[in-house]
């Protein structure tokens, strides 16, 4: 069962260029993932949860937090993702509204039997203060995130692909396996990866990737018709830095609610 979004790693690089030099925006990697199903017309799915990220250089904790998606029709659906972030990364803490999501999916060519589905998903991205705050390197407030995700289904599971590009300079992709074969309990597992795209001699200079890996391991499982609970964890894989995650934990409530419609 899908949650929504999964923001797999979030926050800025908090570096200066050489003493005098010109200030530059520099993001740190960041990846998503989401299916190309769509909302039923009429329905919103709201989920809340709580999500801890622990990195070498401190951690994130984000609570309360809440992603909706609702259908608008049979090719359209809009989402959207927010939450209160507490931050503290290098002795420096923040508090605050953290990173919005507001997103439109258009399925662009719908399942067939030999086909995968193919959606497309804009979205636009407004920092919170939790990832710019004291950072002179902070990219802009206001970004735009441009994916297109793939999808072939069978009876017992589904396996989704998602890549796109953030202009504040990331190109992301990920891979998702969920299994369908069981009434209540949905696993999935997820693999992702971004690199970033600009500054990349400065980010050398400060020993920080390029690129990061992770891997996301969770379940779903339904208590009642619309209602379910979630939980996953994860961490990056491969060269640590600053930014790479030690481990995280997400786990929340999903449950659906009649806009309009028949019920």
Same mark, same amino acid.
């Given at each position: 069962m899908r949650t929504g979004i999964v923001i797999l790693l979030s926050g800025c690089m908090g570096l200066w260029a050489q003493e005098g030099a010109e200030?530059? @925006?520099?993001?740190?990697?960041?990846?998503?993932?989401?299916?190309?199903?769509?909302s039923t017309p009429g329905m919103a799915n709201i989920s809340e949860y709580f999500s801890y990220t622990k990195v070498p250089a401190g951690r994130d904790?984000?609570?309360?937090?809440?992603?909706?998606?609702?259908?608008?029709?049979?090719?359209?659906?809009?989402?959207?993702?927010?939450?209160?972030? @507490?931050?503290?990364?290098e002795g420096t803490s923040v508090n605050g509204l953290g990173d919005t999501y507001l997103?439109?999916?258009?399925?662009?060519?719908? !399942?067939?039997?030999?086909?995968? %589905?193919? %959606?497309l998903k804009p979205m636009l991205e407004i920092l919170g203060e939790p990832s710019i705050a004291d950072n002179p390197l902070a990219p802009d407030r206001v970004n735009y995130v441009l994916p297109l995700i793939l999808q072939k289904s069978s009876d017992y599971y589904r396996v989704y692909y998602m890549a796109g590009y953030a202009t504040r300079g990331i190109i992301f992709n990920s891979l998702a396996f969920e /299994?369908?074969? /069981?009434?209540?309990l949905t696993p999935i597992v997820?693999?992702?990866?971004?690199?970033?795209? @600009? !500054?990349?001699?400065?980010?050398? !200079?400060?020993?920080?990737?390029?690129?990061?890996?992770?891997?996301? %391991?969770?379940?779903?499982?339904?208590?009642?018709?619309? /209602?379910?609970?979630?939980?996953?964890?994860?961490?990056?894989?491969g060269r640590i830095d600053l930014n790479s995650s030690r481990y995280q934990i997400t786990f929340g409530l999903s449950f659906n609610l009649r806009l309009w419609g028949e019920k």
């Open positions: 200030r530059r @925006r520099v993001s740190s990697p960041i990846a998503f993932y989401d299916d190309a199903d769509l904790v984000s609570f309360p937090c809440t992603y909706f998606s609702l259908g608008v029709n049979k090719r359209v659906s809009v989402s959207g993702g927010l939450g209160y972030a @507490r931050s503290m990364f997103g439109v999916k258009v399925l662009v060519s719908p !399942e067939g039997r030999r086909r995968p %589905a193919l %959606a /299994w369908n074969g /069981w009434s209540r997820i693999v992702s990866g971004s690199r970033l795209t @600009r !500054e990349l001699a400065l980010i050398s !200079e400060f020993g920080l990737n390029r690129s990061r890996s992770d891997v996301v %391991a969770g379940a779903a499982v339904a208590l009642r018709p619309g /209602w379910s609970v979630f939980a996953n964890t994860g961490r990056s894989f």
